[in-house]
């Protein structure tokens, strides 16, 4: 059946309203920004005001952060609502104050506001960016309010400073501002935001005159005031186009101007491009390039032209899109309404000489289908049509096997007709020829139907109408009925040809979709850089049958010359140095471009709205060239990959900036630990060492052996502790290796129980053996290492005399076990889950241990492959268990 006149989406306007959706659903917190073009605009005012009428509904909301500036109206917004406590954070020997990140997330409110949005956290906190704090509450489903002007966008920071002269260090990328639910301008015209300067309501007086001969002059705000009324229309028009597409609208809502400019392969359409990015920027309006694809085949010069158009077109700005369709007017007016344009650009077009004689050209088409759109015609009509356009416009695209299957269909009909004459008249056999025809057009293309009609008409002629076997035709009936056989199977022919044509295109524009969509749905299940990378280069290089490269934006903003893991070419110097080109161009580049052809690949700049953030390279095998269609395709693959490592670029400043955090936890806590730890054994030996070096020892054999032993004790201690330091370093380092060798479990249980009585004298200890089979292939270093540190915990966290019973169960062919038991205090019911952690002590343990044995013994147990566990008995007391597999 006809395809529906209705509005469809595509891809790219699809995945959006489905990312959208998803986000929506996915447990997140929403996004609310107040934006301006400068300080003093009100921002942090508005966003107080909305905060107490969300208190007033009854809503859950805090302030995290709100920095007020000394203005009184602000300050006095505050008093009514929870403020959150700041982080106070040592630094150069200054207190700084900073979000309270981890204080958020205890509290988890409905809404919290989290003020100045592009500020720098100091570097000790989790986080680089306070937009990264942001980040992460959204990510916990808690919704922020947040505020910043437009100078500090990623997109528009570099206008700013050719217009201000003014360097913004701290910058937000539009990726996070995409993310936002809604956008609140919070907007004042420019003589009024200079007089609330000059009052000293927004800075202090010797700053307020500073930034009046600078910043906050006339002409800048004006230029600024342009540049957030501008986002802020591009981010409403662009949430209107998400309604539009989740609610099927296809009316056209002239809230803004549109324009779509038809692009053809034609020399002309450059000046046609030219012309309507022109007229775009005149209006101030958004603009699209839109080549319709008719299916019909082009040949390389026109391939080549039509190229250089749409990507003439991309680099001036607008929104490209290629679409599959049966006809050029039906496919703009679609499209045009689907997009909400209100203003359609074409070229003059020569008139084909069907288009002369009925006198209604493709101009007269489109306005009598546009309705309300506006309609405007460009160019003067310099080319002429070649000699073989008609044939052309046929579309006579179908293979020669086609043309074999229908003109052999056609003589098997003839021939089966011939058998059968004597048993039917020959007016029958004009339906057998025409149910033939109308069968060939489901499976064959326009020029087989019409080669078959033809082929027809005459074998009916000569084989069928009297008399036989001429080309003569006696009766009058018998040249009409000839005749009107053969336009009923040329039209109904042609009907055919036009539905599977029809049906061409919608499975095109599916697969495209599907594509697309999978390709989408792939980069969002990746959890990594990485694998985001992998992916990509796996998915582009199947679908389009090409070996793929991608090199990746280095942490120094210069581009990594080695492609990334994955790749599936490797690039040469010349071929690195057109990459290279493509990443500070921020253009296409290579082989079928005008920069740099003689390249081996074609390399396309992987950009998100932050900015370039690498390198893909694409070589296709005999050194093909992608048809538009398919570059098309390309175009969005690499807009949805740049987005995605984006947000992988900025996961992995996350994670390493909460490595950093953790690495500066650990740091502290090591040295507390061993400032405090260090101290007793120092000064234990410093004193005994003092003691004797008076002479009051000299007579007194007993108290200086006594002496001799808190030195040695002591010096013990100094040994665990430095130990456990390294073994944990070396640990997290992966660099311990075991030495197995084949021990008595016995032996080893009986010599660390030795050792630990001589340390701890005042607790009881015994041992416990079950079994035939305690040999056993193990470190043995290391695993009286387990046991040591697992005795030594039983003792320090108890009083003196408590019994500590080492259990060994070894039985032939069975795990080797080994319980550690004590009848004290046991551990404390919330440190069951955290005993095995770094730095994890009993609240009510003595002095002495830096936290790391049981986590040390716990590492070495599973380089053997086994587990341990802890709980507590029932009678009382810790009880830990060791299970090792045999080897």
Same mark, same amino acid.
């Given at each position: 059946?006809?395809?529906?006149?209705?509005?469809? &989406?595509?891809?790219?306007?699809?995945?959006?309203?489905?990312?959208?959706?998803?986000?929506?659903?996915?447990?997140?917190?929403?996004?609310?920004?107040?934006?301006?073009?400068?300080?003093?605009?009100?921002?942090? *005012?508005?966003? !107080?005001?909305?905060?107490?009428?969300?208190?007033?509904?009854?809503?859950?909301?805090?302030?995290?952060?709100?920095?007020?500036?000394?203005?009184?109206?602000?300050?006095?917004?505050?008093?009514?609502?929870?403020?959150?406590?700041?982080?106070?954070?040592? *630094?150069?020997?200054?207190?700084?104050?900073?979000?309270?990140? @981890?204080?958020?997330?205890?509290?988890?409110?409905?809404?919290?506001?989290?003020?100045?949005?592009?500020?720098?956290?100091?570097?000790?906190?989790?986080?680089?960016?306070?937009? %990264?704090?942001?980040?992460?509450?959204?990510?916990?489903?808690?919704?922020?309010?947040?505020?910043?002007?437009?100078?500090?966008?990623?997109?528009?920071?570099?206008?700013?400073?050719?217009?201000?002269?003014?360097?913004?260090?701290?910058?937000?990328? +539009?990726?996070?501002?995409?993310?936002?639910?809604?956008?609140?301008?919070?907007?004042?015209?420019?003589?009024?935001?200079?007089?609330?300067?000059? @009052?000293?309501?927004?800075?202090?007086?010797?700053?307020?005159?500073?930034?009046?001969?600078?910043?906050?002059?006339?002409?800048?705000?004006?230029?600024?005031?342009?540049?957030?009324?501008?986002?802020?229309?591009?981010?409403? +028009?662009?949430?209107?186009?998400?309604?539009?597409?989740?609610?099927?609208?296809?009316?056209?809502?002239?809230?803004?101007?549109? !324009?779509?400019?038809?692009?053809?392969?034609? %020399?002309?359409?450059?000046?046609?491009?030219?012309?309507?990015?022109?007229?775009?920027?005149?209006?101030?309006?958004?603009?699209?390039?839109?080549?319709?694809?008719?299916?019909?085949?082009?040949?390389?010069?026109?391939?080549?032209?039509?190229?250089?158009?749409?990507?003439?077109?991309?680099?001036?700005?607008?929104?490209?899109?290629?679409?599959?369709?049966?006809?050029?007017?039906?496919?703009?007016?679609?499209?045009?309404?689907?997009?909400?344009?209100?203003?359609?650009?074409?070229?003059? #077009?020569?008139?084909?000489?069907?288009?002369?004689?009925?006198?209604?050209?493709?101009?007269?088409?489109?306005?009598?289908?546009?309705?309300?759109?506006?309609?405007?015609?460009?160019?003067?009509?310099?080319?002429?049509?070649?000699?073989?356009?008609?044939?052309?416009?046929?579309?006579?695209?179908?293979?020669?096997?086609?043309?074999?299957? =229908?003109?052999?269909?056609?003589?098997?009909?003839?021939?089966?007709?011939?058998?059968?004459?004597?048993?039917?008249?020959?007016?029958?056999?004009?339906?057998?020829?025409?149910?033939?025809?109308?069968?060939?057009?489901?499976?064959?293309?326009?020029?087989?139907?019409?080669?078959?009609?033809?082929?027809?008409?005459?074998?009916?002629?000569?084989?069928?109408?009297?008399?036989?076997?001429?080309?003569?035709?006696?009766?009058?009936?018998?040249?009409?009925?000839?005749?009107?056989?053969?336009?009923?199977?040329?039209?109904?022919?042609?009907?055919?040809?036009?539905?599977?044509?029809? @049906?061409?295109?919608?499975?095109?524009?599916?697969?495209?979709?599907?594509?697309? *969509?999978?390709?989408?749905? !792939?980069?969002?299940?990746? #959890?990594?850089?990485?694998?985001?990378?992998?992916?990509?280069?796996?998915?582009?290089?199947?679908?389009?049958?090409?070996?793929?490269?991608?090199?990746?934006?280095?942490?120094?903003?210069?581009?990594?010359?080695?492609?990334?893991?994955?790749?599936?070419?490797?690039?040469?110097?010349?071929?690195?140095?057109?990459?290279?080109?493509?990443?500070?161009?921020?253009?296409?580049?290579?082989?079928?471009?005008?920069?740099?052809? !003689?390249?081996?690949?074609?390399?396309?700049?992987?950009?998100?709205?932050?900015?370039?953030?690498?390198?893909?390279?694409?070589?296709?095998?005999?050194?093909? %060239?992608?048809?538009?269609d398919q570059e098309e395709i390309l175009f969005a693959f690499v807009n949805h990959a740049a987005i995605t490592i984006e947000r992988d670029f900025l996961a992995s400043e996350r994670r390493r900036a909460r490595v950093a955090e953790?690495?500066?936890?650990?740091?502290?806590?090591?040295?507390?630990?061993?400032?405090?730890?260090?101290? #007793?054994?120092?000064?234990?030996?410093?004193?005994?060492?003092?003691?004797?070096?008076?002479?009051?020892?000299?007579?007194?054999?007993?108290?200086?052996?006594?002496?001799?032993?808190?030195?040695?004790?002591?010096?013990?201690?100094?040994?665990?502790?430095?130990?456990?330091?390294? +073994?944990?370093?070396?640990?997290?380092?992966?660099?311990?290796?075991?030495?197995?060798?084949?021990?008595?479990?016995?032996?080893?249980?009986?010599?660390?129980?030795?050792?630990?009585?001589?340390?701890?004298? @005042?607790?009881?200890?015994?041992?416990?053996?079950?079994?035939?089979?305690?040999? *056993?292939?193990?470190?043995?270093?290391?695993?009286?290492?387990?046991?040591?540190?697992?005795?030594?915990?039983?003792?320090?966290?108890?009083?003196?005399?408590?019994?500590?019973?080492?259990?060994?169960?070894?039985?032939?062919?069975?795990?080797?076990?080994?319980?550690?038991?004590?009848?004290?205090?046991?551990? &404390?019911?919330?440190?069951?889950?955290?005993?095995?952690?770094?730095?994890?002590?009993?609240?009510?343990?003595?002095?002495?241990?830096?936290?790391?044995?049981?986590?040390? =013994?716990?590492?070495?147990?599973?380089?053997?492959?086994?587990?341990?566990?802890?709980?507590?008995?029932?009678?009382?007391?810790?009880?830990?268990?060791?299970?090792?597999?045999?080897?």
């Open positions: 059946m006809p395809e529906s006149r209705e509005s469809r &989406p595509d891809a790219d306007q699809l995945l959006s309203a489905i990312r959208k959706a998803e986000s929506d659903q996915a447990g997140k917190g929403r996004l609310r920004i107040f934006f301006g073009m400068a300080a003093g605009v009100g921002k942090t *005012y508005a966003m !107080l005001r909305t905060a107490h009428r969300m208190k007033n509904d009854g809503i859950d909301v805090v302030v995290g952060f709100v920095e007020t500036h000394g203005r009184r109206q602000t300050e006095t917004l505050l008093t009514g609502l929870e403020l959150l406590p700041r982080a106070k954070i040592p *630094y150069q020997n200054v207190t700084l104050e900073e979000f309270d990140i @981890e204080a958020a997330l205890a509290r988890r409110p409905q809404w919290i506001i989290v003020d100045e949005l592009p500020h720098t956290n100091a570097p000790t906190q989790r986080h680089p960016k306070r937009y %990264q704090d942001i980040l992460e509450l959204l990510d916990a489903g808690i919704n922020v309010m947040t505020a910043f002007n437009v100078q500090h966008l990623e997109s528009v920071a570099d206008s700013v400073e050719a217009i201000t002269n003014v360097h913004v260090h701290e910058r937000v990328p +539009d990726s996070f501002v995409d993310i936002a639910s809604d956008i609140e301008l919070v907007d004042l015209v420019p003589e009024e935001l200079i007089k609330r300067l000059e @009052e000293g309501k927004i800075y202090a007086p010797e700053k307020a005159e500073q930034a009046a001969n600078n910043f906050f002059r006339k002409g800048n705000l004006t230029a600024l005031r342009e540049m957030a009324l501008h986002f802020t229309a591009n981010f409403v +028009d662009n949430e209107l186009q998400d309604y539009r597409t989740l609610k099927n609208i296809g009316n056209k809502w002239k809230t803004a101007e549109r !324009l779509l400019v038809a692009v053809s392969p034609s %020399q002309s359409g450059e000046n046609l491009i030219r012309m309507a990015r022109q007229r775009a920027f005149e209006l101030k309006g958004r603009w699209l390039a839109v080549y319709i694809d008719l299916g019909r085949p082009l040949t390389l010069t026109a391939q080549k032209t039509l190229l250089q158009n749409l990507n003439l077109a991309r680099e001036l700005g607008a929104e490209v899109l290629q679409v599959r369709d049966t006809d050029v007017v039906s496919g703009l007016v679609r499209l045009a309404r689907q997009k909400n344009a209100t203003q359609i650009i074409i070229g003059k #077009t020569p008139q084909t000489l069907w288009q002369k004689i009925t006198g209604r050209s493709m101009l007269d088409r489109l306005m009598a289908a546009s309705g309300d759109l506006e309609i405007h015609v460009s160019g003067n009509v310099k080319e002429q049509r070649p000699a073989n356009n008609f044939i052309s416009r046929l579309n006579l695209t179908s293979t020669r096997r086609q043309y074999v299957f =229908a003109i052999l269909a056609t003589g098997i009909t003839t021939i089966a007709g011939f058998i059968l004459r004597g048993y039917m008249e020959y007016a029958a056999m004009s339906l057998v020829y025409l149910s033939v025809v109308l069968t060939l057009g489901l499976f064959v293309g326009r020029g087989p139907l019409i080669v078959a009609a033809t082929i027809s008409a005459l074998c009916w002629d000569y084989v069928f109408i009297p008399p036989y076997y001429t080309f003569y035709i006696a009766k009058f009936h018998d040249y009409l009925t000839l005749a009107l056989y053969f336009v009923v199977a040329m039209v109904m022919g042609n009907l055919m040809a036009r539905l599977r044509q029809r @049906e061409q295109v919608l499975m095109s524009r599916e697969e495209r979709v599907a594509a697309v *969509y999978n390709f989408s749905r !792939l980069l969002s299940r990746s #959890t990594s850089l990485d694998e985001t990378v992998f992916k990509t280069i796996e998915f582009i290089g199947g679908f389009f049958n090409a070996r793929v490269s991608m090199n990746l934006r280095e942490k120094n903003g210069k581009l990594d010359l080695k492609p990334a893991e994955g790749s599936t070419r490797k690039l040469s110097p010349k071929e690195g140095s057109v990459a290279f080109w493509v990443f500070e161009h921020k253009k296409p580049a290579g082989r079928h471009t005008d920069t740099l052809p !003689l390249s081996a690949g074609t390399y396309y700049p992987l950009i998100s709205t932050g900015g370039i953030v690498g390198v893909l390279g694409l070589r296709l095998p005999r050194r093909g %060239q992608l048809r538009p953790e690495s500066e936890k650990l740091h502290a806590a090591i040295l507390n630990s061993i400032s405090h730890e260090l101290r #007793t054994p120092i000064a234990v030996i410093r004193g005994s060492v003092s003691t004797m070096q008076l002479k009051s020892t000299e007579n007194n054999p007993a108290a200086r052996s006594a002496l001799l032993t808190e030195v040695d004790i002591a010096a013990r201690k100094l040994n665990v502790l430095v130990s456990n330091l390294l +073994d944990m370093s070396r640990i997290e380092a992966g660099k311990i290796r075991l030495s197995r060798t084949l021990s008595d479990l016995r032996d080893l249980v009986r010599e660390t129980l030795d050792k630990t009585a001589e340390e701890f004298p @005042e607790a009881q200890f015994s041992s416990e053996f079950a079994g035939d089979a305690f040999s *056993y292939l193990c470190d043995y270093a290391l695993l009286q290492q387990v046991l040591s540190n697992l005795i030594a915990n039983a003792a320090i966290h108890n009083k003196a005399g408590t019994k500590v019973v080492v259990s060994c169960f070894a039985h032939k062919g069975a795990p080797v076990k080994l319980y550690v038991a004590d009848n004290g205090v046991g551990i &404390p019911e919330d440190m069951l889950d955290s005993v095995f952690e770094k730095f994890v002590r009993s609240p009510g343990a003595i002095p002495g241990g830096t936290g790391l044995g049981l986590t040390i =013994a716990k590492s070495i147990v599973e380089l053997h492959g086994g587990t341990i566990t802890a709980r507590n008995n029932i009678e009382g007391g810790a009880f830990f268990e060791i299970e090792l597999p045999r080897v």
